[in-house]
């Protein structure tokens, strides 16, 4: 494992070098305008712990006047009274500018999140793309029913947009994120307030500005950076938005469930995981590995899906758990814009300390590192791809969620007996199983309480595909039409004949 040098930003490509000198402003109803208090926030390059850029400071004055103007837009249906050829056009739109953009884009994504650029160029921006065009395609589709009932009566169905919604979207993928929260919302004709992560509110704002040279109509769209103790909560509790739709962590989702309570607004979650990654010995071990050490290390581990338990049929654990060991040894650490890099830093000095705590507490309670299990350098937020072998179910790091690069391995005798130890956890948002066996492969499958169970594969994800989770892992599902059904209300309408 090598930790390559740190960025130097006079290095910087013109576009970021240009984008990053202005402080952003926040994006209320069709302008560019400062916070009302006129503060700003840092916001960090994860590479270095330097200061990336300034940000305007959203808070409830901000959140106010964003959700008046998303209110006014959805009144005066500028928007859901567009003909929905008109508003899958402008969808499209979009998605073209963005993938017009998408180098600007995915260097963005890269120094706000910390993540390799040649992720954010092959997946974060092209499947932001995928997902708003596959939405836009729903704008023209969302039909009702007619339906037979006793009497002389024609009754049938409308699905009419929910009306106002507020989205609060984490900094993982923070584009992406961005993108399966519009698609939907746009395509069934709500306006919207989107509140970024504060560690990563850049590629919103510049969604932001493409949006508005596309021409959406002023208030369609209003995005507001700012913390989420203030900008977030005063999104939540806001008696007149009509929903919100959350990704984040699971202790946030129940701050943001207590805070819809006020008007009953719908509410949508996206919350943490625990996924059980389970490799029976029949499974194409090579493949198994390589799935296993991509299930954990994709975007440094930052993902609500990661394969963070790994349970490994006992004839086939040693291959596997150093095949992954060595697989994170051969990682470069490295800043984002390193072609060479694989593994880039964590988000921020907290994510630091968070993952690193988890790996001293399980080494506290008693487990082992095969591999990893340090910060690696003194400047920035890198850890080291770890392998952890000799959990016991007990402990925390197998009961909560680490979100870094830290996988813990567990052998398994008993077939029949692994379901209780996968299924032993309060999340329920992914799994995966490698087995050769189809009928054993099926039968996991439906076994397993989980959202999204990937056989022989993991994180492959599709707009047309549902995502969200059972249990403690959410309420709602992103992408596909399921998505879209979150966005609006049915009415029935009865006429007497
Ligand atoms: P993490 O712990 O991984 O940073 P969070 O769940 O805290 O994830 O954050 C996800 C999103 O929720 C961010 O946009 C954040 O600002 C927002 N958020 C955090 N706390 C609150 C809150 N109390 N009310 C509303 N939004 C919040």
Not at 227 to 251: I, M, R, W
Not at 263 to 279: C, D, F, Q
Not at 415 to 422: R, T, V
Not at 431 to 447: I, N, Q
Request: proline share 6%; hydrophobic share 45%; glycine share 10%.
């Amino acid at each position: 494992m090598a930790l390559l040098a740190p960025p130097i930003p006079s290095q910087l490509p013109e576009f970021a070098q240009h984008y990053l000198s202005r402080t952003k402003q926040l994006y209320i109803d069709g302008k560019f305008v400062d916070a009302q208090s006129g503060k700003t926030f840092p916001v960090f390059n994860p590479a270095t712990g330097e200061i990336l850029a300034e940000v305007a400071e959203g808070d409830v004055a901000d959140i106010n006047l964003a959700v008046a103007a998303a209110r006014r837009a959805f009144e005066s249906k500028a928007w859901s009274g567009l003909p929905p050829s008109q508003r899958a056009r402008l969808i499209d739109k979009l998605a073209d500018k963005l993938e017009e953009r998408l180098e600007d884009f995915a260097l963005l994504e890269s120094l706000d999140n910390g993540k390799p650029l040649a992720v954010a160029r092959v997946a974060d921006v092209p499947m932001s793309v995928d997902n708003l065009r596959y939405m836009a395609g729903w704008a023209t589709k969302i039909l009702g029913d007619s339906i037979p009932i006793a009497g002389d009566f024609h009754a049938y169905t409308r699905r009419e947009p929910i009306g106002v919604v507020g989205q609060i979207i984490p900094w993982n993928f923070p584009l992406l994120m961005a993108a399966w929260k519009l698609g939907p919302a746009l395509a069934a004709g709500c306006t919207i307030v989107l509140k970024p992560a504060e560690q990563t509110p850049l590629s919103a704002l510049l969604l932001a500005e493409i949006a508005a040279e596309v021409g959406f109509p002023p208030g369609v769209l209003n995005v507001v950076p700012g913390y989420g103790e203030t900008a977030g909560a005063a999104l939540a509790e806001h008696p007149d938005v009509d929903k919100v739709a959350f990704t984040g962590s699971t202790e946030v989702g129940k701050i943001i469930v207590r805070a819809a309570a006020g008007n009953l607004k719908k509410v949508t979650l996206e919350l943490g995981g625990k996924s059980p990654n389970i490799i029976f010995a029949d499974a194409d071990v090579a493949q198994a590995t390589q799935g296993a050490a991509f299930g954990i290390f994709f975007n440094m581990g930052q993902c609500c899906t990661a394969g963070s338990r790994l349970f490994v049929e006992r004839s086939v654990f040693d291959e596997v758990t150093h095949g992954i060991a060595a697989a994170a040894k051969a990682m470069n650490v490295g800043h984002g814009l390193d072609a060479r890099t694989d593994i880039g830093p964590l988000v921020s000095d907290e994510q630091l300390a968070r993952v690193t705590g988890y790996i001293e507490s399980g080494i506290a309670e008693g487990a082992r590192t095969l591999s990893g299990g340090a910060r690696v350098g003194d400047r920035g937020y890198f850890v080291e791809p770890t392998v952890i072998v000799d959990a016991k179910p007990h402990m925390k790091i197998m009961r909560e969620e680490i979100f870094g690069p830290v996988v813990a391995a567990t052998p398994f005798d008993d077939p029949n007996e692994i379901l209780g130890a996968a299924n032993d956890t309060v999340y329920g948002l992914a799994a995966g199983v490698w087995t050769k066996d189809v009928s054993k492969a099926h039968k996991v499958a439906a076994a397993l309480r989980a959202g999204t169970v990937w056989v022989n594969c993991y994180n492959v994800f599709d707009p047309a595909l549902p995502f969200g989770g059972f249990k403690q892992s959410g309420w709602g599902r992103e992408m596909s039409h399921n998505a879209l059904e979150c966005y609006t209300e049915t009415k029935s309408v009865v006429v007497k004949l």
